[in-house]
């Protein structure tokens, strides 16, 4: 079978316990993650063939953290491996319970060697020969003017190709500091891609999609913009066949999510979910861009691959970790109405 193949930084997320805590106890929990590698981890356990691209240094924790991933079922014969053995992995600190979009995200990237790719670097013609679908994120050509390029690249190679192409376009507001907004980069990007994921308000800081100002935050509005910004980039975006936005709802009483589908004739909206406690919400949108995926790969009517992409999200978020650890089989059997 062909493979997917997701291309992203790897990171080591620490994740301190506030309050001294971390001090007092001398421990850090430390989490092997990254966008990409967490929507590749859930589609090697969905039992999708899979294959991750990232750059790492020459030097044992790199080397562990490969087998870890072989261990996972993972394809990572394309990894470049820098021969500097100096080289860093990129992390990034977050509080256990917050989350990504949190003030307390701080960044810990900067010379990683992900971070100083270069076009030419990789064989894209060689990575991408036995690949059908080729999956990256935002968070990409956030890091620098590089990136962005190297990105546009594998793009160009994948399009020409017809391989399939999916976005996440996961915001990250302290990523982008290199001199361009995302909207001066992301649709160019954008434009090779055939599956556009994200929500209404990334598709208007990445891609100037407006969002209609009096908004309130109901169902029935939201679901309406979802309608209006998915029909918008269908239009603007002509490779496009495919729109997802995920609505995570956090509200004092509790936590509701759902999500939909946008195929160019009809809207899909996913089944919805509630809970008033999370236990890590850090990779929950990388696990319905799995989900996406998954339910394409499988050829899965748009309903049932919404709903799954959805409950899988939703999973996640009582999953301690950056990447989910169920099967297939737990997230069918039915997401528990935590309460």
């Known amino acids: 079978m062909s493979k997917v193949l997701c291309f992203g930084e790897l990171l080591l997320r620490l994740s301190p316990r506030l309050n001294k805590e971390w001090i007092q106890q001398a421990s850090m ?14 589609l090697a356990r969905w039992n999708v063939p899979v294959t991750y691209v990232t750059a790492l240094p020459n030097h044992y924790l790199s080397k562990e953290v490969i087998e870890s991933l ?10 470049f491996i820098s021969q500097n053995s100096g080289g860093r992995i990129g992390t ?13 995200v701080i960044y810990d990237r900067y010379h990683s060697v992900f971070s100083q790719l270069q076009p030419g670097q990789l064989d894209w013609e060689k990575i991408l020969g036995d690949v059908s679908w080729f999956h990256f994120s935002a968070i ?23 391989i399939t192409i999916s976005v996440d376009l996961n915001y990250r507001a302290k990523l982008w500091q290199w001199g361009k907004q995302p909207v001066k980069v992301m649709p160019e990007l954008v434009s090779y891609c055939d599956i556009i994921m994200g929500n209404i308000w990334a598709a208007e800081t ?3 999609i407006k969002i209609n100002p009096a908004m309130k935050r ?7 913009q979802s309608q209006n910004t998915s029909e918008a980039i269908k ?18 009483e509790g936590l509701q999510y759902y999500a939909t589908l946008f195929d160019g004739k009809q809207m899909w909206v996913s089944e919805e979910h509630q809970t008033s406690f999370t236990v890590d919400k850090v990779g929950s949108g990388d696990t319905f861009m799995a989900g996406l995926i998954y339910g394409n790969y499988n050829n899965l009517p748009a309903q049932e691959t919404i709903n799954f992409a959805a409950a899988a999200a939703f999973n996640k978020l009582f999953i301690k970790g950056d990447a989910t650890t169920s099967t297939v089989e737990d997230i069918r059997r039915g997401v528990k109405q935590y309460g």
């Open 235 to 252: 239009e603007q975006y002509t490779n496009c066949r495919q729109v997802a936005n995920t609505f995570r709802i956090d509200e004092s």
């Open 70 to 79: 072989q261990e996972k079922n993972m394809d990572t014969s394309n990894i």
């Open 206 to 208: 990445m891609l100037g």
């Open 218 to 224: 109901a169902k029935k509005e939201l679901l309406e």
């Open 29 to 42: 929990p430390v989490y092997v993650g990254g966008a990409e590698l967490n929507v590749a981890t859930a």
């Open 92 to 104: 990034y600190y977050l509080p256990q319970g917050a989350d990504l979009k949190n003030a307390g």
């Open 140 to 162: 990409n050509p956030a890091i620098n003017e590089n990136i962005a390029a190297v990105c546009k690249e594998a793009l160009h190679v994948a399009s020409s190709n017809n």
